[in-house]
């Protein structure tokens, strides 16, 4: 007979290293609190964080303990949840005011309800006798607690969640999608997780299953909640990394071409160490490899490529397997680099300038773009392509019959 796991156990190792990826993450990103675009999750973040440790028994203790109140500890839980819940939902409507124009009252709402709910959370636990607080049940006084707990979860979950199913759909970042999906699951997860601690607090001996149920509710919301705020808050490093990794892989064809056309050379290329160590300005320095390519592939063309150099291009295109476009757009690129590298003097021809690449290089198609020159780099190197610029006739005589 197989043993049986002890879920709860494996609940807390779990929940311990998601942890740790919260707080690196929180460290990581501290950066963060500059931009006004990325300080919701971080806020999240920082919730998610300072409730792991005041949720800990021996936390809650030393908090009853320094200040000498019953169940000050369960207080202080209660008001980083309700600071958590507050935090999402203004997460929310930051990402929604993205796109769409967002009422005063709304951007003010997570706020203004989270200070509020915190008002009447102290008030209540005021009010309550020790006894009757955060009990099983809600008795006396504290029955008010648990309309307005109840009420304010479900505004601040049901908010939340509308708002990151509707733009989760239509993330175009992958990490992004995967990010405001999870949080869309995580705050869903929030209101059975509420329906059954209304059922509990109002229900006498209810049935266990409905323990364990809010239990995996809560505990779903956490997760999904945690690892959609953690992506959310790496995206940015991630992508700039990506872009990073891209002008490495095209660094050896802008060389290229550079060293061709030093005419059009504003800043000497730096070296390689300092290329490798540049992490600054990601997107920026991709988008700006990707036009100093294509700059001196222009350049190459208007000066030095004829219209016989290209129907000479195309027919040793035709002769052989892949693609032709790509094939004959680099024969005629490296003959004129050639040409340009051994100082031979422009003309100006006028040639037609269907050979050039096709132009890909948009936000949404950069991966496309960057992968297309870097397979134009490899035509570039084949030794079909430098024969052809090996054995093409003289330029006098190739732009002779133009």
Same mark, same amino acid.
């Given at each position: 007979?197989?043993?049986?796991?002890?879920?709860?156990?494996?609940?807390?190792?779990?929940?311990?290293?998601?942890?740790?990826?919260?707080?690196?993450?929180?460290?990581?990103?501290?950066?963060?609190?500059?931009?006004?675009?990325?300080?919701?999750?971080?806020?999240?973040?920082?919730?998610?964080?300072?409730?792991?440790?005041?949720?800990?028994?021996?936390?809650?203790?030393?908090?009853?303990?320094?200040?000498?109140?019953?169940?000050?500890?369960?207080?202080?839980?209660?008001?980083?949840?309700?600071?958590? $819940?507050?935090?999402?939902?203004? $997460?929310?409507?930051?990402?929604?005011?993205?796109?769409?124009?967002?009422?005063?009252?709304?951007?003010?709402?997570?706020?203004?309800?989270?200070?509020?709910?915190?008002?009447?959370?102290?008030? $209540?636990?005021?009010?309550?006798?020790?006894?009757?607080?955060?009990?099983?049940?809600?008795?006396?006084?504290?029955?008010?607690?648990?309309?307005?707990?109840?009420?304010?979860?479900?505004?601040?979950?049901?908010?939340?969640?509308?708002?990151?199913?509707?733009?989760?759909?239509?993330?175009?970042?992958?990490?992004?999608?995967?990010?405001?999906?999870?949080?869309?699951?995580?705050?869903?997860?929030?209101?059975?997780?509420?329906?059954?601690?209304?059922?509990?607090?109002?229900?006498?001996?209810?049935?266990?299953?409905?323990?364990?149920?809010?239990?995996?509710?809560?505990?779903?919301?956490?997760?999904?909640?945690?690892?959609?705020?953690?992506?959310?808050?790496?995206?940015?490093?991630?992508?700039?990394?990506?872009?990073?990794?891209?002008?490495?892989?095209?660094?050896?064809?802008?060389?290229?071409?550079?060293?061709?056309?030093?005419?059009?050379?504003?800043?000497?290329?730096?070296?390689?160490?300092?290329?490798?160590?540049?992490?600054?300005?990601?997107?920026?320095?991709?988008?700006?490899?990707?036009?100093?390519?294509?700059?001196?592939?222009?350049?190459?063309?208007?000066?030095?490529?004829?219209? !016989?150099?290209?129907?000479?291009?195309?027919?040793?295109?035709?002769?052989?397997?892949?693609?032709?476009?790509?094939?004959?757009?680099?024969?005629?690129?490296?003959?004129?680099?050639?040409?340009?590298?051994?100082?031979?003097?422009?003309?100006?021809?006028?040639?037609?300038?269907?050979?050039?690449?096709?132009?890909?290089?948009?936000?949404?198609?950069?991966?496309?773009?960057?992968?297309?020159?870097? !397979?134009?780099?490899?035509?570039?190197?084949?030794?079909?392509?430098?024969? $052809?610029?090996?054995?093409?006739?003289?330029?006098?005589?190739?732009?002779?019959? !133009?």
């Amino acid at each position: 007979m197989r043993p049986v796991l002890d879920a709860p156990d494996l609940v807390e190792k779990a929940r311990g290293v998601l942890l740790l990826v919260v707080w690196a993450v929180l460290i990581l990103r501290i950066p963060a609190l500059w931009q006004p675009r990325r300080r919701p999750v971080w806020c999240v973040l920082v919730a998610l964080a300072l409730g792991s440790l005041v949720i800990q028994a021996t936390v809650g203790q030393w908090i009853d303990g320094t200040t000498g109140i019953a169940k000050a500890g369960e207080l202080a839980v209660a008001l980083v949840a309700l600071t958590d $819940f507050a935090a999402v939902w203004w $997460f929310a409507i930051r990402l929604h005011t993205a796109g769409y124009s967002v009422p005063a009252w709304l951007r003010r709402a997570p706020w203004v309800s989270g200070a509020t709910m915190a008002a009447l959370a102290l008030f $209540f636990f005021a009010v309550t006798p020790a006894a009757e607080r955060f009990g099983e049940q809600a008795r006396g006084g504290w029955t008010g607690y648990m309309i307005a707990w109840i009420a304010y979860g479900l505004v601040t979950a049901v908010g939340a969640g509308a708002l990151f199913w509707k733009h989760g759909l239509t993330m175009r970042s992958p990490v992004l999608r995967v990010s405001v999906l999870a949080l869309a699951l995580g705050t869903s997860a929030e209101v059975p997780y509420l329906v059954v601690r209304t059922i509990r607090w109002i229900t006498p001996d209810s049935a266990p299953e409905l323990a364990v149920t809010g239990f995996w509710c809560s505990f779903a919301r956490f997760v999904l909640v945690a690892l959609g705020c953690s992506l959310a808050a790496l995206e940015p490093p991630m992508k700039a990394l990506l872009h990073w990794h891209r002008r490495q892989r095209l660094r050896g064809l802008w060389l290229l071409l550079r060293e061709a056309t030093p005419e059009l050379v504003v800043v000497p290329p730096p070296s390689r160490g300092a290329d490798l160590l540049d992490l600054s300005h990601a997107w920026e320095q991709l988008h700006q490899r990707v036009i100093d390519i294509r700059d001196s592939i222009t350049y190459l063309h208007d000066g030095w490529a004829s219209p !016989r150099l290209l129907e000479e291009a195309r027919r040793c295109a035709a002769r052989g397997p892949g693609s032709r476009r790509l094939t004959a757009t680099a024969c005629w690129i490296e003959a004129t680099r050639r040409e340009a590298r051994a100082g031979v003097p422009k003309r100006h021809l006028g040639a037609d300038k269907g050979l050039l690449p096709q132009v890909l290089a948009d936000d949404s198609t950069m991966c496309r773009e960057v992968a297309h020159l870097l !397979r134009l780099h490899r035509a570039l190197r084949s030794r079909r392509v430098r024969d $052809f610029a090996d054995d093409v006739r003289p330029y006098a005589s190739l732009s002779a019959g !133009r």
